[in-house]
């Protein structure tokens, strides 16, 4: 599952622009994924010139209890 690390992302937009589903929207110029709508495809983590667009296996062990 992607996720969007907020400290990375800058609100450029390009992963909004780039979803094929329409995932991906912004909000307090962070990019947030609708898991509804995400198909996986990973086009967001291609994308995302910061590398803020992550996939759950680089979430540490305290994320992945939560």
């Given at each position: 599952?992607?996720?969007?690390?907020?400290?990375?992302?800058?609100?450029?937009?390009?992963?909004?622009e780039?979803?094929?589903?329409?995932?991906?929207?912004?909000?307090n110029?962070?990019?947030?994924?609708?898991?509804?709508?995400?198909?996986?495809?990973?086009?967001?983590?291609?994308?995302?010139?910061?590398?803020?667009?992550?996939?759950?296996?680089?979430?540490?062990?305290?994320?992945v209890?939560?």
């Amino acid at each position: 599952m992607p996720w969007v690390d907020k400290n990375m992302c800058v609100g450029c937009g390009i992963c909004v622009e780039e979803c094929p589903t329409n995932a991906i929207s912004m909000e307090n110029q962070k990019a947030i994924i609708n898991m509804k709508k995400c198909i996986r495809c990973k086009k967001c983590h291609e994308v995302c010139p910061r590398g803020a667009i992550k996939h759950d296996s680089e979430k540490n062990k305290k994320e992945v209890k939560k």
